[in-house]
């Protein structure tokens, strides 16, 4: 009797309904969760032999992952979201690779990045100057772990000097100039600079200058741990560079190399520094004007060793680690990874996506790329359930079931009749 | 956007109204906290129609802070100078409304006032020769001006070793602000680097600046990544990345002709008049101009006025011979001649009356008169070749050796030739002079520091009206959030209940 089975699909299918709004109420305050959907559609009996009659119908349901939850702010660095389109690629304990919007990522006990759900933030290693992910690929990718990571130091390789040197000055004989290395040391004036060595220890540079004449002076630079104890000169060894330096009387701006000995006039200056790299200190934009000495700026590259006591991950999806000494390192690469249908993807425990034959093949690129969304540090996504609409549903749905029971019910009260008829 | 969705925006505004009640109160409870800078905190709209605290900022006045910090370099240097010059000046303690009979002025006890005494003494003794008690009476007063000029001198040592001491505290201070400069500089960098509230830490920087200006003169660049450098108004590097470290070896005592030590960094002297990169201002140069260039100045008049003594009350060869010049009434331990105007350093603290002429050490007074001080009973110094009785001869000669002009070192400040009066009322007029102008410069620098202070206080500091208006506002929104959450929460309710 068809009335009955069709009331009875009826009603299975809006409790299929009810169970779907059931799962989103529950899940109305999960991170990253995408409002299940549920369709109706008409089941048709076509037998060969009979007109095609009404048969009932069946309730499917589809996950809308590609719907924008909105963002929220944590404290937590490490909670990640996404803007736009796109999953995290994320691995279980066993290895196998997922997708998800669930951002809630923290440091495990081993220092990798989990979220709540046991799944591992998977991205590529760019420690070491190692290359970036190649696209459409999941090869390469690794935990990100934020422990453990090495102190950082840097030696110095550039420096940038701009300074004003009196046009005032009197002349310093030659035989007393700082490159004799002399004590007393006889000078115009003197700055420091600090560079840092290739294991970032920390050389102090003296840097003389002495007027020799008109528009002309010599630059020496010591390394200032050679001399004498207590700072007093003259230096164990001779100076670690020494440059001529013609100054252009109508501009007060250093001159170009005329007859200037090399290394050129203007040109960067060479300075071995001990322990380290040749720093070249740039001191083009060095004058000389009828005012008293003066530093305007002194910037030199490197850094002391640092320890690692941060991290920041920008809407890139670069992880770098931020060291004590101020300077930061990127790390990580985090990738997103998408497919051509979201909505097909198979859910799994957690809040996690596996990739169907229906969703399409994985994308994965770099966040910001092309299709792609970007990454909230600090921030995570909501789920995207409205709890109005789910209990405005609710009632719909009961409404509907009602209905399909009263079908139900009239359906049975006309087989009562016809038992009856033979009584 | 949704019924769920306002949840999350009123949740935004109670975190957002939070962070800035935080920040009003931060900045009340600071608002009397020298240096202080207000902090604002500033928001901005999220994506989801919500809103967030991007950051907390400070109003800061770079310029204005450079001219706190400056003023408070040269009116700290202008009071070490008039702190030491004060000390000096007391040894003339110049009571303006006294006057000597003579009617000139009287400078307490300065030399040049000992020295009127000493004449008029002499002038008496001169109409009166035959009196042993006015004899006495110049004797007494001659150890009066010896007195004065020991004093002087003594008064003067005191002076540039406390300037030394003071210096070598000047140094402590500045390596220890280096040091917890070092420190603040580091969580300034950090935080810029990782975007972490750093108004607090770039307060104590620009308060440790302040504090170093105090002891010496600075000024400062600031690099990309925050980092700030210092460098002496004279252009010595002092904090770049790590703190160079000052030295100085402080002097215990400093007498006459002994330069102090100077200061050094790095090797690089910054005091001192042959320092080519000598500092400017703040205590530490003040002191070391008061060490170095004023306090010896005053030492070197009160030597040539030593000298200048010796040399007017100097007996010379009276049998016509070649005899050489030998000290009178004035000498000094050891003496065995005259000394010429550069031979006289540290002269004023060693200057005395001669034992030979002072009755109180066995002496005779009438070798004034008679002469021959410098060798009792030698013929060769004896002005009185007669014996006469009531000589005058070489009382006269003492009184215009006083008035008469002779040669003096000009490096001491105060011309090459003068008489001996006039020089020493000049040098009590040149102290005086000092000590005023100091005295004056350090207060005009002392009220440039509170009119800078006060114009840095009003753009930078907490205006407790505009905080409180705020604070209304703030408090405003608060409530219509709260309202917005109860409304949502009713409608919520009506559709449970029409479920």
Same mark, same amino acid.
């Given at each position: 009797?068809?009335?009955?089975?069709?009331?009875?699909?009826?009603?299975?299918?809006?409790?299929?309904?009810?169970?779907?709004?059931?799962?989103?109420?529950?899940?109305?305050?999960?991170?990253?969760?995408?409002?299940?959907?549920?369709?109706?559609?008409?089941?048709?009996?076509?037998?060969?032999?009979?007109?095609?009659?009404?048969?009932?119908?069946?309730?499917?349901?589809?996950?809308?992952?590609?719907?924008?939850?909105?963002?929220?702010?944590?404290?937590?660095?490490?909670?990640?979201?996404?803007?736009?389109?796109?999953?995290?690629?994320?691995?279980? !304990?066993?290895?196998?690779?997922?997708?998800?919007?669930?951002?809630?990522?923290?440091?495990?006990?081993?220092?990798?990045?989990?979220?709540? !759900?046991?799944?591992?933030?998977?991205?590529?290693?760019?420690?070491?100057?190692?290359?970036?992910?190649?696209?459409?690929?999941?090869?390469?990718?690794?935990?990100?772990?934020?422990?453990?990571?090495?102190?950082?130091?840097?030696?110095?390789?550039?420096?940038?000097?701009?300074?004003?040197?009196?046009?005032?000055?009197?002349?310093?004989?030659?035989?007393?100039?700082?490159?004799?290395?002399?004590?007393?040391?006889?000078?115009?004036?003197?700055?420091?600079?600090?560079?840092?060595?290739?294991?970032?220890?920390?050389?102090?540079?003296?840097?003389?200058?002495?007027?020799?004449?008109?528009?002309?002076?010599?630059?020496?630079?010591?390394?200032?741990?050679?001399?004498?104890?207590?700072?007093?000169?003259?230096?164990?060894?001779?100076?670690?560079?020494?440059?001529?330096?013609?100054?252009?009387?109508?501009?007060?701006?250093?001159?170009?190399?005329?007859?200037?000995?090399?290394?050129?006039?203007?040109?960067?200056?060479?300075?071995?520094?001990?322990?380290?790299?040749?720093?070249?200190?740039?001191?083009?934009?060095?004058?000389?004007?009828?005012?008293?000495?003066?530093?305007?700026?002194?910037?030199?590259?490197?850094?002391?060793?640092?320890?690692?006591?941060?991290?920041?991950?920008?809407?890139?999806?670069?992880?770098?680690?931020?060291?004590?000494?101020?300077?930061?390192?990127? !790390?990580?690469?985090?990738?997103? !990874?998408?497919?051509?249908?979201?909505?097909?993807?198979?859910?799994?425990?957690?809040?996690?996506?596996?990739?169907?034959?229906?969703?399409?093949?994985?994308?994965?690129?770099?966040?910001?790329?092309?299709?792609?969304?970007?990454?909230?540090?600090?921030?995570?996504?909501?789920?995207?359930?409205?709890?109005?609409?789910?209990?405005?549903?609710?009632?719909?749905?009961?409404?509907?079931?009602?209905?399909?029971?009263?079908?139900?019910?009239?359906?049975?009260?006309?087989?009562?009749?016809?038992?009856?008829?033979?009584? | 956007?949704?019924?769920?969705?306002?949840?999350?925006?009123?949740?935004?505004?109670?975190?957002?109204?939070?962070?800035?009640?935080?920040?009003?109160?931060?900045?009340?409870?600071?608002?009397?906290?020298?240096?202080?800078?207000?902090?604002?905190?500033?928001?901005?709209?999220?994506?989801?129609?919500?809103?967030?605290?991007?950051?907390?900022?400070?109003?800061?006045?770079?310029?204005?802070?450079?001219?706190?910090?400056?003023?408070?370099?040269?009116?700290?240097?202008?009071?070490?100078?008039?702190?030491?010059?004060?000390?000096?000046?007391?040894?003339?303690?110049?009571?303006?409304?006294?006057?000597?009979?003579?009617?000139?002025?009287?400078?307490?006890?300065?030399?040049?006032?000992?020295?009127?005494?000493?004449?008029?003494?002499?002038?008496?003794?001169?109409?009166?020769?035959?009196?042993?008690?006015?004899?006495?009476?110049?004797?007494?007063?001659?150890?009066?001006?010896?007195?004065?000029?020991?004093?002087?001198?003594?008064?003067?040592?005191?002076?540039?070793?406390?300037?030394?001491?003071?210096?070598?505290?000047?140094?402590?201070?500045?390596?220890?602000?280096?040091?917890?400069?070092?420190?603040?500089?580091?969580?300034?960098?950090?935080?810029?680097?990782?975007?972490?509230?750093?108004?607090?830490?770039?307060?104590?920087?620009?308060?440790?600046?302040?504090?170093?200006?105090?002891?010496?003169?600075?000024?400062?660049?600031?690099?990309?990544?925050?980092?700030?450098?210092?460098?002496?108004?004279?252009?010595?590097?002092?904090?770049?990345?790590?703190?160079?470290?000052?030295?100085?070896?402080?002097?215990?005592?400093?007498?006459?002709?002994?330069?102090?030590?100077?200061?050094?960094? &790095?090797?690089?002297?910054?005091?001192?008049?042959?320092?080519?990169?000598?500092?400017?201002?703040?205590?530490?140069?003040?002191?070391?101009?008061?060490?170095?260039?004023?306090?010896?100045?005053?030492?070197?008049?009160?030597?040539?006025?030593?000298?200048?003594?010796?040399?007017?009350?100097?007996?010379?060869?009276?049998?016509?011979?070649?005899?050489?010049?030998?000290?009178?009434?004035?000498?000094?331990?050891?003496?065995?001649?005259?000394?010429?105007?550069?031979?006289?350093?540290?002269?004023?603290?060693?200057?005395?009356?001669?034992?030979?002429?002072?009755?109180?050490?066995?002496?005779?007074?009438?070798?004034?008169?008679?002469?021959?001080?410098? &060798?009792?009973?030698?013929?060769?110094?004896?002005?009185?070749?007669?014996?006469?009785?009531?000589?005058?001869?070489?009382?006269?000669?003492?009184?215009?050796?006083?008035?008469?002009?002779?040669?003096?070192?000009?490096?001491?400040?105060?011309?090459?030739?003068?008489?001996?009066?006039?020089?020493?009322?000049?040098?009590?007029?040149?102290?005086?002079?000092?000590?005023?102008?100091?005295?004056?410069?350090?207060?005009?620098?002392?009220?440039?520091?509170?009119?800078?202070?006060?114009?840095?206080?009003?753009?930078?500091?907490?205006?407790?009206?505009?905080?409180?208006?705020?604070?209304?506002?703030?408090?405003?929104?608060?409530?219509?959030?709260?309202?917005?959450?109860?409304?949502?929460?009713?409608?919520?309710?009506?559709?449970?209940?029409?479920?």
């Amino acid at each position: 009797m068809s009335i009955l089975d069709t009331s009875v699909s009826g009603m299975l299918a809006n409790s299929n309904w009810l169970s779907n709004i059931s799962q989103n109420v529950a899940n109305a305050n999960s991170t990253g969760y995408k409002t299940a959907d549920t369709q109706f559609s008409a089941l048709v009996d076509q037998s060969p032999d009979q007109p095609s009659a009404g048969a009932g119908v069946t309730a499917t349901t589809t996950s809308l992952n590609s719907l924008q939850g909105q963002i929220a702010s944590t404290s937590t660095t490490t909670n990640l979201a996404v803007q736009g389109a796109g999953f995290f690629v994320v691995e279980d !304990a066993s290895g196998n690779t997922f997708l998800t919007r669930n951002g809630t990522f923290v440091p495990d006990q081993s220092g990798n990045l989990v979220n709540a !759900a046991g799944y591992y933030l998977m991205a590529s290693d760019v420690q070491g100057g190692s290359s970036n992910t190649s696209v459409n690929s999941l090869s390469g990718l690794q935990k990100v772990n934020v422990e453990g990571a090495a102190d950082s130091a840097s030696p110095s390789t550039t420096a940038n000097l701009v300074a004003n040197l009196p046009s005032t000055a009197t002349a310093i004989p030659a035989a007393n100039l700082p490159s004799t290395n002399t004590n007393p040391m006889t000078y115009t004036d003197e700055t420091t600079m600090v560079a840092y060595d290739d294991l970032g220890g920390a050389h102090t540079l003296d840097v003389f200058f002495a007027n020799t004449g008109p528009n002309s002076w010599e630059m020496d630079v010591y390394d200032a741990s050679t001399a004498t104890p207590g700072g007093a000169t003259p230096f164990s060894s001779g100076p670690l560079a020494t440059q001529e330096l013609t100054f252009d009387p109508t501009t007060g701006a250093l001159s170009p190399s005329t007859g200037v000995t090399t290394p050129p006039n203007g040109s960067p200056i060479l300075i071995p520094v001990p322990g380290g790299q040749t720093l070249s200190l740039d001191l083009s934009q060095t004058t000389q004007l009828a005012t008293a000495f003066g530093v305007n700026s002194a910037t030199i590259n490197g850094n002391a060793p640092g320890s690692l006591n941060g991290l920041a991950i920008n809407a890139s999806g670069v992880l770098s680690f931020q060291y004590s000494n101020g300077s930061s390192q990127n !790390a990580y690469v985090i990738p997103l !990874a998408n497919v051509p249908s979201p909505d097909n993807l198979t859910s799994v425990l957690g809040g996690a996506y596996q990739v169907s034959n229906t969703s399409g093949p994985l994308q994965v690129g770099n966040a910001g790329a092309a299709g792609l969304g970007t990454l909230d540090s600090s921030s995570l996504e909501n789920s995207t359930v409205d709890l109005a609409t789910e209990l405005t549903s609710m009632v719909e749905a009961q409404s509907s079931y009602e209905a399909n029971s009263k079908v139900f019910q009239t359906g049975s009260d006309i087989l009562d009749i016809l038992n009856n008829l033979k009584a | 956007m949704t019924l769920s969705s306002a949840y999350n925006i009123i949740n935004s505004a109670f975190a957002v109204t939070g962070a800035q009640s935080a920040t009003i109160a931060r900045n009340i409870t600071n608002a009397s906290t020298p240096g202080y800078s207000r902090e604002i905190a500033n928001v901005v709209d999220n994506p989801y129609g919500g809103a967030d605290v991007a950051s907390i900022t400070r109003e800061a006045n770079s310029a204005l802070l450079d001219q706190v910090n400056s003023s408070t370099s040269e009116s700290a240097s202008q009071s070490a100078i008039a702190a030491g010059l004060a000390t000096l000046a007391q040894t003339v303690s110049d009571s303006a409304s006294s006057t000597s009979p003579s009617g000139a002025t009287q400078n307490g006890a300065s030399p040049s006032a000992m020295l009127a005494n000493l004449q008029s003494a002499l002038s008496t003794y001169e109409a009166d020769p035959s009196n042993e008690s006015v004899g006495e009476a110049v004797v007494s007063a001659a150890g009066d001006l010896t007195a004065s000029l020991n004093s002087g001198a003594a008064a003067v040592q005191q002076v540039r070793s406390q300037a030394d001491a003071n210096m070598a505290a000047s140094v402590a201070t500045i390596n220890s602000l280096l040091n917890q400069f070092t420190q603040v500089n580091a969580t300034v960098v950090n935080g810029l680097h990782s975007g972490a509230d750093i108004s607090s830490a770039q307060d104590s920087e620009d308060s440790i600046l302040t504090q170093l200006s105090q002891q010496v003169g600075i000024s400062t660049t600031t690099n990309a990544n925050g980092s700030v450098s210092i460098y002496t108004d004279s252009g010595v590097t002092l904090f770049q990345d790590i703190p160079q470290t000052l030295s100085f070896t402080p002097s215990p005592t400093l007498t006459a002709g002994v330069s102090g030590n100077p200061v050094t960094v &790095d090797g690089i002297p910054i005091t001192g008049a042959s320092a080519p990169m000598a500092v400017q201002s703040g205590a530490l140069a003040g002191l070391a101009q008061l060490r170095d260039t004023i306090a010896p100045e005053y030492q070197a008049q009160l030597d040539q006025i030593s000298g200048g003594l010796v040399n007017a009350f100097a007996e010379t060869d009276q049998t016509g011979g070649t005899a050489p010049a030998l000290p009178g009434l004035f000498t000094f331990p050891g003496a065995t001649g005259v000394p010429s105007t550069t031979q006289v350093t540290g002269l004023s603290s060693q200057i005395e009356v001669n034992p030979n002429v002072d009755p109180s050490q066995g002496g005779d007074v009438d070798l004034l008169q008679n002469g021959g001080i410098s &060798d009792p009973g030698s013929a060769t110094y004896t002005y009185n070749t007669t014996g006469a009785a009531g000589y005058t001869g070489r009382i006269q000669q003492m009184v215009s050796a006083i008035g008469a002009t002779q040669s003096f070192d000009p490096s001491a400040g105060l011309g090459a030739s003068d008489s001996l009066s006039d020089y020493a009322n000049n040098s009590v007029g040149w102290l005086q002079g000092q000590n005023q102008q100091a005295t004056d410069a350090a207060s005009y620098q002392s009220s440039v520091v509170t009119q800078a202070t006060s114009a840095l206080s009003n753009a930078t500091g907490v205006n407790l009206d505009t905080e409180m208006t705020n604070m209304l506002n703030i408090e405003n929104s608060y409530t219509t959030s709260a309202k917005l959450l109860t409304t949502v929460n009713d409608m919520f309710s009506a559709l449970m209940n029409a479920a």
